[in-house]
Every structure is written in structure tokens, then in C-alpha cells.
């Protein structure tokens, strides 16, 4: 099955088995165990020994990789949600499939809902962005009965055969025929 969170793709394997580990956690505590790895996206810091609390039974031995495995799934569906630019309904339904009950699955979309603007904005402020080139140059030359193009910027210079700018050409027309027959 595709969801929409994924990219469109299935979901990880290793996800799939976290989800009965995130089914067996109370939705309050599932929900404050979301909003620690919320605060670990925007600010870069996560309470472990929280993490720990939130993930541990009453009564049962705390464990640190169910613990781990937990933020993981969270840190993913939710990173991944934000990243595709999932609608809140639509990443609920999808978190319902993947196998978490009703509670569990609105647990997340709460500060999900609540943090997307600037989780966006946090993600977007990370990209990596080149520098705009301030001056580039093309020329064309023929020489001995062959073209070449030369781009020079004062960074970077390159420096292209006629064989290939060919090959270029006729993958660029490959590329635009695929994109013609997808939006068909």
C-alpha cells in the first residue's frame, strides 16, 4: 500500500514493525512522546529519559530500544508528513492504515497539526541553496570542424565537446518526451 507520507511509496519495513510498539502506548502518552520529538525537529534536543517514560508499560522495565525504535516512527511519519506536504486528514486516514488505532493516530496529528507551519519553515531554512552566479559567459566555438561550448563564470569553468552537447541534447529530448506523456 502507497501512502502519501511516504512519497507516494510503501512504508519502510522497519516502520511497519514499530507500529505495534506505537498501538501499545496510551494515546497521552503517545501524544507527549510526539511533541518531545517535535521539539528534537524544531530545536535539535530530545529528552531521552522522557522518551523512556513515555514508551515504558506501567510496571514493566524500561527499554531503551523500544524507546529509540518508538522516536524513530514517530520522527519519521511526522518529518515525512511535513516533507510531502500531507493534508491532516489524509495523514491520519494513512496512520490508521498503517495499523494504529484511532487515539494513537489523532495522538500524532495533534501537534503534528499544531507545529507544521514551522516545521516548514525549519526544513525549509535547512535546504541547501547555491549561490546565485553573478556573471556567466557562454561562447560557441567552431574550430577544425567541430563545436564546443565554454561557460565561464568567474568560479567555474566548463568546457563541453560537440559529442557531448549531442548526447545532451538527445537526453533533454528524452526527458521532456517522458514529462509529455506523464501529464498526458
Known sequence: MRFRFCGDLEAPT???HEVPTLSEISSVRLKLLAKQVL???LHGSLDYGKALRFTTP???APDAAVARGAVAAVHFVVASAV???VDDAVF???LEQLGLPRENAAAILR???ESKGALRATFAAGTFRAAPTACAGWTADRAAG???LRLSD?????DVGADKLAVLLHELGQVKAMMDANQE
Open 83 to 85: 516533507k510531502y506536504d
Open 14 to 16: 522497519w516502520l511497519l
Open 111 to 113: 501537534p503534528y497539526r
Open 92 to 94: 491520519a486516514t494513512e
Open 39 to 41: 521539539q528534537q525537529l
Open 58 to 60: 506501567k510496571g514493566a
Open 154 to 158: 568567474p568560479d567555474l569553468r566548463v
Open 146 to 148: 567541430s563545436a564546443a
